[in-house]
């Protein structure tokens, strides 16, 4: 999108990314083992969600301090997920390829929170 204009951070490929990973968790979720339901399950979940939420609600913000802040919020939500999802891989609660899937996609939205992150960077 960087020849048009952004009019909603739904015209962010970030948040765009970011949403096809939360969906990717989720469905990562329905592989656990039953009594993974309200512990793993529910902490994939929430952190999946918080990253396209944190996009969202960061650029509805006023500011660009503000939109940096979320999307710092979000970046660290990004690693929390990161850290569940290796988790479950290294307590073999899923199988690894299925984990490495989600992650790929995770590390390519972790890079372009970082790249906007700086963009939205005081200026001196």
Not at 110 to 122: D, H, I
Request: charge should be positive.
């Amino acid at each position: 999108m960087s020849t048009e204009t952004v009019r909603s951070y739904r015209d962010l490929v970030v948040w765009q990314k970011s949403m096809l990973l939360a969906a990717d968790a989720y469905r990562l979720t329905r592989l656990l083992p039953k009594q993974e339901e309200y512990r793993m399950a529910s902490q994939i979940i929430r952190a999946a969600a918080s990253i396209p939420a944190n996009i969202a609600e960061g650029h509805g913000r006023g500011t660009r301090k503000d939109y940096a802040h979320f999307i710092s919020i979000a970046r660290g939500s990004l690693s929390e997920l990161e850290t569940f999802i290796l988790l479950t891989r290294s307590l073999d609660l899923v199988d690894a390829a299925a984990c490495d899937e989600v992650l790929h996609l995770a590390e390519e939205v972790g890079r372009m929170l970082t790249a906007l992150r700086g963009r939205l960077a005081p200026r001196t």
